[in-house]
């Protein structure tokens, strides 16, 4: 966990000495809580008036146009990111460019969040079921952190962005933390 602190501070650090980073999550992020406000309202607004088939489509679709913010962003954020560690010249629009060029593969992604996300959220009480619904999260959580980068780069469709995830979890912390994140 420490190590996860310090992989955070660090990557923050990085993001407040570029100039052209800090405008762009900036922007994003102003952009992603004004839509964000958008859809909670919208959401409240349908579901107030819904049954309940509504009111969960309501929720699910909210939560899909959620995901879809954050990993547009997340992407953005990571094609600047490797712009800048390639020292080419980084300015914000690359990274609204990679968020146009990846935009199905963000779509996709976020499918594949509101797929496994939800369950993992929903399912169980504070008991042996709460455990496991915890470690799939954990699981869902590491593989997003591969995705990110993986969908800014490359582009894959979201089963192969996952596959690939699989992959470098496996490879970088072994077969302990690969069963967990397997489940799903």
Known sequence: MKDGWRLGGAALRYVLANRALQRFVLGAVVIVVVL????????????????PVVYVLVGLAAYYCLSLLVTALAVGVAGLVADSLESRPVTPSPGWRVIARRRRSIAGWAVVDLAVGVPSRAVGSWTVDQVAVLLIGFGCGLVSFFAIPTIALTGRSPLATARHSLR????????????TVYVW
Do not use: K, P
Request: net charge positive; aromatic share 8%; charged share 25%.
């Open 36 to 51: 964000s406000a958008g859809v909670a309202v919208a959401a409240v607004a349908l579901r107030r008036e819904a049954g």
């Open 168 to 179: 470098l979890v496996r490879r970088r912390w072994g077969d302990a933390v690969y069963s």
